[in-house]
Every structure is written in C-alpha cells, then in structure tokens.
C-alpha cells in the first residue's frame, strides 16, 4: 500500500521579507486560546456543570438520573450540553465558508480575529455567573464562548501564508500547537490546585467559577501578544458581485473535484464518519467519568470526582503528544491508511471497555489510551488528507471543506450521544453509536485503493 508520504519538498526560495518575530506573534495565539478547549471544553466546566446542574433526579431502569428543565422540556442535564454543542457547531458550519469569504474580501482579518477573539474570551469569564435558574441563558453563553473560540480560529489560520512561505508551513503549525499545548496545560494545573484547596464542594463550586474568569483573562491577555506584530489591513480586494458568498462557491467547487477522485472521496467519506465518534469522546468524556464511574468520597464527605477528573484530562495531555509522535513513526513504516486502520480498532476496543469501566483506576487506564491514539488521530487524518489532495494551488479551500466536513461530523455524533442518552437515560448507551460510527468508518477506510483514480 502506498506510504501517501512522498510530497516533495520544495527548496525554500533564496531571500524572502518574512519576519521571525512575527512568525512567533503568530504561534503564540496558540498559547493564548488553547486554555478554552483544555479548561471549558475538556476539563473543569463538564465537572462543574454535572456536579451543579441538576433540577430533579428521576429513576430510569434502575439508575438515578439527573434531569434539568429547558425551554420547557424535562432533558438529561448532560443530553443538554451534547445537544447545545451540536447546535452551536452547525451554526460554526454556516459561519466558516462566510467568514473565509470575509476575510478574503476585506484585507482586515486582524480585527476579526481580535473581534472573535474579545468575543470568545469575555463569554468564558461570563461563565463565572452560570445560574440554573436561568439554564437557557448561562446556555447560551455556554454556546457564544465555543462560537468565538472557533470563528477566532478562521482569521487566524488565514495568517499563516502570510506571516510564513509554503516551506515552512508545517514548523510554524506545529510549533504553535506546541505552545498551545504547554500554556494550557500551565492553566489547568494552576485551576487544579485552586479546586484542590478548597475543602467544601460550594467552595469547589466556587474555585471552578474563578477558573472560567482565568480563562477568558488569559485568552484575552495573551492575544495582545500576537496582535502586536500581525500585520494589520492589507491590500483590500477589488469589489465584486457576491464575493462574501465565495467562501460557499467554493465549497461547492472542491466538492465537484472531490467527486472526480476516488481515493480522495473514500478516504473523506471515511473521515466524516469516524470523525463523529472522535470528537464526541472528546467533548464528552469528562462528563461520562463524572456520571458513570463510582469515584470515593473526599475527606470532607463531598464527591471526590473533580480532582480525579482533571488528573485524568492531565494524563490525557501529557501523553497525546508522544502518542502523536509515535504513530506518525507507524505511519512512515506502515503507511497511512494502515496506521489509521490500526487507529481505529483501538478506538473501537476503547469504546467498547467503556461499557464495564466502573472504578478511577479503570477510568484513567482508558484515559491514557484515549490520549495514546487521540493526538495520533488528529495529525494523521488531516496529512492523508493533504497527501491525498490533486495538484492544486487552492489548499486553502480544500482544508476549509475538510474543517466544515469536520464541524458536521461533530454535529452527528454530539446529536446522537444527547438523543440516545436522552431516551435511555445511560450514557453507556450513547456509546452503542460511537462504536457503530467507528466501524462503518473503519470499513469505508478499508475501501479506499492504494492509488489515486479519476473518474469521468
């Protein structure tokens, strides 16, 4: 099977005005937002939202079940956040072809990005005041945080052929996953030890509430460092009929590319499916350890969960880079789509552990194989994907229909865990369609030929 590892590398060109210190400017936007992601979306906001949001309890085949009211519907507290999410994440669909077209348009991506970016930012400090009494609007904050984050992230991939030639694409990416990587992990050990030196859970309560306000302070802070040396407008595009929509004309053209490849098109279809049951263990896992793992009491009496599931988020982190690393060295010797077959039926043996996994020592051996392969996953499916690509100059608006393909394949998979948890009342149940997206992706994968072929 082809290794999809023989892309040429072009020679950097002999002289060229990019600036090392901008360059670096840019990478530390990593350091300033990858806090949202670690602290909102993996690790202390699940713990504080299953601990904190719950109305009524209700007895569902045998289980206790904790239920919330909203918009007048009786609804599994955590279906509530899987379905928000999914919500929120296809209104980032519509936005992302809209907003390319923008930043394409305008010349002035750096105050759209400092615009999202204040608007991400503000909403996680605003999470401080998370009230159940008020479930839909703390909600919605909830949702304006995760839309700022990602918007953010539009303009400010858009900077990278600017502040880096082609050649150097790669370094620059991943030395900015790296920053974000450790500034983040500095936050979350520093929210760790605030929660830890609390001793009652409404001062628990309290500590993760201050955690939100840390959060958006330094996403908020730590951007200024990037917009000190982006460049600010640049040569504004001659206007033209439609040019905002053109984030969309081209969606719709690489799609009619795509559909002429059939290596490309299996491998995206493959893609799209295993990518639902990915990124929902991602953004629910936390609060699958919270419900479903039987965690000791604390020395107080109160639930000792919080501190072990950030250590868990922790272990996930510390071991998802060198996972990365390791099956990018599989992938040099296997190939890609073998690597990411082997990928996947690990996934599918992690998925399928979870239905016995009860105690913290289960709970945070699945963790670190969640972060064995979850990094892994991640880097992998988007190299074949650019591997994959036909010669074109237009990546841009290949990795645009990859990253809206990405957001829908979320939207499935957060729907379907919400609703299967909603009905059922066990979140062990939602898993059923986590292993179903894993194996249909996993034989779609196995479909795609060694070689690119054309069709008519």
Not at 162 to 173: G, I, K, M, T
Not at 211 to 224: D, E, K, N
Not at 331 to 343: E, F, Q, V, W, Y
Not at 426 to 447: C, D, Q, T
Request: glycine share 6%; net charge positive; aromatic share 14%.
């Amino acid at each position: 099977m082809e290794n999809a590892d023989s892309n040429e590398v072009k020679p950097l060109p002999e002289t060229h005005n990019y600036n090392k210190k901008t360059q670096n400017a840019w990478a530390f936007y990593d350091w300033a937002n990858s806090v949202y992601p670690l602290v909102i979306t993996t690790a202390i906001f699940p713990i504080f939202y299953d601990s904190h949001v719950v109305e009524f309890t209700k007895d569902v085949q045998g289980e206790v079940v904790n239920y919330v009211n909203f918009f007048g519907f009786e609804m599994v507290n955590t279906a509530v956040v899987a379905i928000v999410s999914a919500i929120y994440f296809l209104l980032i669909c519509l936005f992302i072809p809209l907003l390319s077209g923008i930043a394409d348009y305008s010349g002035s991506k750096k105050n759209y990005l400092r615009f999202f970016c204040y608007f991400g930012s503000v909403s996680c400090a605003a999470l401080y005041f998370f009230n159940i009494e008020y479930l839909e609007i703390s909600m919605c904050i909830f949702a304006l945080a995760g839309i700022g984050f990602w918007s953010s992230l539009v303009f400010y991939n858009a900077y990278l052929p600017e502040v880096a030639p082609e050649q150097e694409h790669d370094r620059l990416s991943a030395k900015g996953f790296s920053m974000g990587y450790v500034g983040s992990v500095i936050l979350l050990i520093l929210c760790l030890v605030i929660v830890m030196t609390r001793e009652t859970g409404p001062e628990k309560i309290e500590a993760m509430k201050i955690c939100f306000v840390l959060t958006g302070i330094w996403w908020f802070a730590f951007s200024h460092v990037t917009y000190r040396r982006l460049p600010g407008r640049t040569e504004k595009k001659k206007k033209q009929k439609g040019i905002i929509w053109k984030g969309f004309q081209e969606l719709k053209s690489v799609f009619s590319q795509i559909k002429k490849t059939k290596r490309l098109k299996r491998y995206l279809s493959a893609f799209f499916v295993y990518s639902m049951a990915v990124q929902t263990i991602m953004l629910m896992a936390v609060y699958f350890g919270q419900k479903e793992i039987d965690w000791p009491k604390s020395a107080d009496g109160s639930d000792g969960s919080k501190t072990g599931l950030i250590i868990a988020v922790l272990l996930i982190q510390l071991i998802a880079v060198p996972g990365a690393i390791g099956l990018s060295r599989i992938s040099d010797r296997i190939g890609n789509i073998k690597a990411l077959t082997l990928i996947l039926i690990m996934w599918i043996m992690i998925c399928l552990s979870a239905f016995i996994v009860s105690t913290p020592l289960h709970f945070y051996i699945i963790a670190g194989l969640v972060g064995l392969v979850m990094g892994g996953i991640q880097s992998l499916s988007r190299s074949t994907y650019s591997k994959f690509l036909p010669k074109t100059k237009d990546t841009s608006s290949f990795f645009s229909f990859f990253d809206v393909a990405e957001k829908l394949g979320i939207v499935i998979g957060m729907a379907s865990y919400g609703l299967i948890e909603q009905w059922t009342g066990s979140m062990k149940n939602s898993i059923v369609a986590l292993v179903v997206f894993f194996i249909i992706g996993l034989i779609l994968l196995l479909r795609v030929p060694r070689q690119e072929v054309t069709l008519n």
